[in-house]
């Protein structure tokens, strides 16, 4: 049975593709010199930090009080919260295979994999908000082992399509989350790309993990999406074989749509490159909560836990030009006839998710934009 979309006073929101009144999603702004808080509603913005109050005065038999409302074209927004850590997780199975298959065609998945979620501390201070460029960054490569290193400009310049988790109540030292109670520690998701220079973490990963092909730039979308708005896109979490107590039952997973859009310098439009969807994670947020807290890791509000690349079955799942290409060798043809293995200059990358089912009004996130800019 379907049920009956809300209705707001804030004309723009009836209807709207990514933030009906179903959906309030938090941001922080720049509006006349001053930061402030607010919700995403329609193409506006809602000054205020609660969101029950929100909904109740956004809503149509609601007072209007347009003292209130800003439109987001007139604002700058900045991330969403002061964020003081930041661990990416590797928690598609999908991709984890797919790399593996790249570089251990006879291992490709290794066997910690679906006892343990795998993740690294990234770097918190090179974060920016969507819309933000960034300089191509330059490192120590190798494709010749016969030879000494190199260093420049990466080569082999990748996005990779994330959700983020923010966190929105911390843990004591010393004391973990049980996975129960992990949703309880969530503000709300976000979208993040993980750019990542591929030459540079091939070399350099090994014994210890990514460094500095990660650590120049990280975007994140400006909104914080609510669980609250998630909850009539709950799913089952895929199958696990076998799950050690503090991570079982898994908990929940989400129907969200991802999508990786492309406009190179050429190009007036951009291409679809990828759709995948975060169903097809093999851990689960609450998963990802519990684990990080496991040993007594105090985590703290505005955190960000990414999720790592999402990709899918599919080919056209893949959410990350390494796999989309296989390493470079089947790139991709754009609509005006360039290719592309990996990112060039000018390039923007442009993601975008959303949730749609029958008997639900449609949300969405927003987008995460970014530009690769010439090295210095």
Known sequence: MALKALSSWVESANGHP?????????????WREEVHE???????????????????????SAARDESRLVKQNEVEMILPVDIGDY?????????????GSMFRPDNPLLPNYKWIPIGYHGRASSIVISGTPFRRPKGQTRDDASQPPLFGPTKRLDYEME??????????????????RANDHILGLCL????SARDVQTWEYQPLGPFLAKSFATSVSPWVVSLDALEPF??????????LPYLSPPGTAYDITLEVWLRSAKMREPTLVSRGNFCDMYWTIAQLV????????????????ASGTVSGT?????GCLLERTWRGTEPLELPNGEQRRFLEDGDEVIMRAYCERDGATRIGFGECRGTVLPPI
């Open 38 to 60: 607010g919700f995403a509603i329609g193409d506006a913005i809602f000054i205020g930090n609660d969101r029950d109050r929100a909904s109740e005065a956004l809503h149509e």
């Open 163 to 180: 959700v983020g988790v923010v966190i929105g109540k911390g843990n004591d030292l010393g004391q973990p989350i049980p996975i129960d």
């Open 192 to 195: 993040v790309n993980d750019w």
């Open 234 to 243: 709950r799913v089952e979490p895929p199958p696990h074989e076998e799950l």
């Open 18 to 30: 990514d933030f009906p009144l179903e959906n309030l999603p938090l941001g922080r702004f720049k």
């Open 314 to 318: 599919t080919k056209e799942s893949r």
């Open 290 to 305: 519990a684990h990080h807290a496991s040993n007594g890791c105090n985590l703290r509000a505005g955190d960000l836990l």
């Open 87 to 99: 661990t990416d997780f590797y928690a598609s199975i999908h991709h984890a295979t797919n790399v």
